[in-house]
Structures are given as C-alpha cells and as structure tokens.
C-alpha cells in the first residue's frame, strides 16, 4: 500500500458514509446505521475497496475520543440534578440486569463454565456491551407525539444519560480485569483514584475555563484549550491509571459541559466529528465486520444477543420504574424508550476489541442489535401511548422541544 493510498480510503468513506447517512435518516433510522453499512458495502465484506489499516485505526480511536468529549459537554447536569433518586436507581438497574443477560448468554450459548480464565472475561465484557442506551430515537419519537415534557419522558431523558456514566465506569473496571497481572481490589483502587483525581483537578480546570470564557466569549481559543484538556486528560488516564481513553475524554466533556460555551465547544467539534472523524470511526466498524464468514452458530448467537439485550432493558428500567412507584402501563413505557443502542455500544465494542476482550465477529451481533432496536423501539412507543396516553402532555407539543428539553438530554445522545 502507498501513502497516497489513504487519501483515497479517506474519501471514498466519507462519500459513501454521508450518502447512507441520508438514506438512513430519509428511513427514519440513526445516521450511524447508514454509516456503518457504507463501511460494509465498501469494506472487504463487499467491494473490498477500503482494507482495515493501522493508519484508519488511529483515525477512529481519535473520532471516538472526540464522540466522548461531545457526549460530555452535551450533559445537562442541572437536568441530572432535577431527577434525583428515582432516574439514577432506574439506569442502574438499566445497567445490572442487561450486563447479568449478556454474560449469562455467553456463558450458556458457548459453554463458559468456569469463573477465571479469557471466557468469562469476554462473557461480562458482551454483557457490558447491553449495558450502553441511546435515546436520540426515543427523544425524537416522544417529541412527535408531543409526550416528551411528561414524568416518563423526563424521566426516560434523564435515566440514560446516568446509564451511559454508569456504563463508562463499568466498562473501565471490566478493561482492568483483562490484565491479570493487576488484581480485581487494584482497578478499583485505581477506578476511583482517578475520578478523584478528575474531581479535584476538574474543578480547577472549571473556574479557570469559566473565568477565562468570561474575559474572552465565543473566541476559537476556548474550543482549542477545550480539545487540548480532552486530549490530555484522555492521556492521562490510560498512562498513569490504566483507565481507558474514552472515560477520560468523557470526564473532560463534563468538566466543561457548564461554562458559558460549553455549546460552541460542541459545536466545534461536531465540525471535525462530523466531516471526518466520526465517519472514519463508524464506517471503520463495518470494514471490520466480516459477514462472509458468518456461522450458523454466530447468527443464532446474534440473534439471541438482540433478543436478550432488548428483554433485558425493558425488565431492568421497567422493574425498578414499577417499584419507584410508577404505574406499570408507564414503567414499560420507560422500559421500551431505554432499549435503544447506537454509537455508545459500538465505542463499547470498539475498546473490547482493542482490548483483546472481543473477535471482530461480533461487531455483526452489535449493529444488528442497533439497526432492530433502532426500528422497533420507535413503534413500541407509538402502540405504549397510544394504548395509555401520559395525560400531563395530552396536547401536542407546539413550536417543537423547549429549550431545556432540547439542550442536554436529547443532543448528548
């Protein structure tokens, strides 16, 4: 290969990523999903016209890092704040019982029987995958329906946002139980140390970022200090706590998610995310799926995988909905809006593989799972409000989402 070759890998992905990102959207399904099938289409599982590379690889590592850091600074934490106990024990029980699912998949489906060992490691690591929720679907279709200003929809809203920080902090303790030479009480020693270390020296960070955008607003400098915190403390935490990059670059997005232009930060960096770095990084899942060698033990398992990772959200969320004293038509009317997946399981699947904790494979199981749950948790509401209208929000929405509505919760997914 000649190093002119990757200018044209660059461009045919981001042709025929944007292309099936239209027609992705014209069908009502994630832009993600029509990205990752251009990577299919012109990956080695089709045309064959783009190879995985290392150099393709670095692209994507630094388009999920960018993804985290957006994810970050699109989180409302005042919204977080405002739904108190009842959305942080509904995304916790969001988290346990489809990890519980997953792993106990594996484990049964591949005769994982014993307790140590790679297999169960890659068993918890397929359960974390079920873990992630992306409610960018869910938003959009409470939103046409004009049920998102009610006690589910805020409560769907803000239940996802905490399952994705729970997600991020199971996903960094299961990335440190692969190095046996470091103990199970040492990541966790080491899992908090940092979000201690983040606490403190984030706030610092938070008032000299907030005092500096008070003296110079909306300038190109904030952005630019904004990516290099990003950059530097996704570093830090892979080289000085074994955490991974991707929770670092979360943290960050956090850290600043509250000064004044924590919007026009994000607004930059969609810029680059979505021009080139988020492109690469989601077409690069489907260069890497190999269907072509797809066994009739891999489909059934992937379509087990959908079937339990979609069962499982709908009982975890509406279980615990239902003991925090929601009426059961409306916790499995939360249940449904939390079982959708998109880019936060993929960033998932992406640090496994990395990670030698998943084959390649089973990147088919996880777009599966993102393209059918994309599809059915949108007319699973549909038929849930329809059967039980939320009588707090019986007139349609006017004028689209409010401000606070439309802010955090819906674009941080």
Known sequence: MQPYDKFLDLALIIIFAKIFGIIARK???????????AGLIIGPAVLGWVQASDFLARMAEIGVVLLMFSAGLETN??????????ATLIACFGVAVPMAGGTALYMAYYG??????????????????????????TVESLREMGFLRGRVGTTILSAAIIDDVIGIIVLTFVLGLKDESISAMTTMRNTVLFFACAFLLG?????????????????????????????LIAYSAEKFFGIADITGAFVAGIILCNIRDSKYIAEKMDINSYMLFGPVFFASIGIKTSINTMSWSLLGFSVLFVIVAMITKILGCGAMARMCRFKW????????????????????????????????????????LIIVSSLVTPIALKLCFHRWPDPECMAPEEGGLSETAADAPAEAK
Do not use: W
């Not at 919204?79 to 108190?84: P, Y």
């Not at 690591?125 to 992306?134: E, V």
């Not at 079982?339 to 496994?352: C, F, N, W, Y």
């Open 112 to 137: 994982v029987n014993s307790f140590s060992g790679d297999g169960f490691h890659e068993a918890i690591f397929i359960g974390c995958i079920m873990t992630a929720t992306s409610v960018g679907i």
């Open 203 to 231: 706030y610092v960070c938070y008032r000299l970022f907030r005092k500096y955008d008070s003296m110079h607003p909306h300038t190109r400098r904030i952005p630019i200090a904004g990516l290099a915190l990003c950059l």
């Open 329 to 368: 038509n409306e916790s499995l009317k939360i249940g449904c809006g939390m079982m959708t997946r998109g880019e936060v399981a993929l960033i998932i699947s992406r640090k496994g593989l990395d990670a030698g904790l998943m084959h390649d494979d089973y990147f088919a199981a996880v777009i599966l």
């Open 77 to 86: 934490l005042r919204q977080l704040a405002r739904s108190g106990l009842v």
């Open 27 to 37: 069908l009502k399904a994630p832009q993600v999903v029509g990205e990752i099938v």
